[in-house]
């Protein structure tokens, strides 16, 4: 079943579903965007060596955007019930990493990783009002989504897939975008 099952309807129409693939790109490029924006201005040092910086994030959330996009296809599965009560630390230590996502390996690390960053930049920069409530609302969205599809039986549809692609690719893009260029001082 999809995560969002009643929107499965609506996106069998070509226009809705069209409407769909151009904002979830479009969000994602927007908010890669005042990500990267932000972090330039943020530590105006970076701007040294902007190209550097700029192929270096690229790299790193474009390896995010193509590893994270399998876990969120097919996630694990977590089920409270059937954890048993933690007797030792090595228990409790695999537990932690199993609802984590972590004892995957290291590009799972990676992954995980790349987000953990992006939410300490957004807390870093400097992100005021309107701005910071939409990159806000749209990276607590994805991880609902990606949540709801490991801790419930919901698993996403091969549309919701593709949308959270292209979100991630947007963002991607929007960061690349975003630090490429260096930014003027304000007179």
Do not use: C, W
């Amino acid at each position: 079943m999809a995560l969002i099952p009643f929107l499965v309807d609506i996106f069998q129409d070509p226009i809705f579903s069209l409407v769909a693939i151009l904002s979830a790109f479009g969000i994602g490029m927007l908010q890669g965007i005042i990500l990267g924006r932000a972090m330039l201005v943020r530590f105006p040092r970076l701007q040294k060596n902007v190209k550097k910086v700029s192929f270096s994030l690229f790299v790193l959330f474009l390896a995010n955007a193509i590893l994270s996009v399998p876990r969120f296809a097919s996630p694990e599965k977590i089920d409270f019930s059937s954890i048993p009560q933690a007797a030792s630390t090595e228990e409790l230590a695999s537990i932690i990493f199993l609802i984590f996502g972590v004892n995957t390996g290291f590009l799972a690390v990676l992954a995980i990783s790349v987000t953990i960053m992006t939410l300490v930049l957004l807390k870093m920069t400097h992100l005021r009002g309107i701005i910071k409530g939409f990159v806000l609302f749209f990276s607590l969205l994805i991880l609902l989504l990606t949540g709801l599809s490991r801790f419930t039986d919901l698993t996403p549809s091969s549309f919701e897939v593709l949308l959270y692609f292209l979100y991630q690719l947007g963002l991607t893009i929007g960061i690349l975008a975003g630090t490429v260029r260096k930014i003027n001082p304000k007179k």
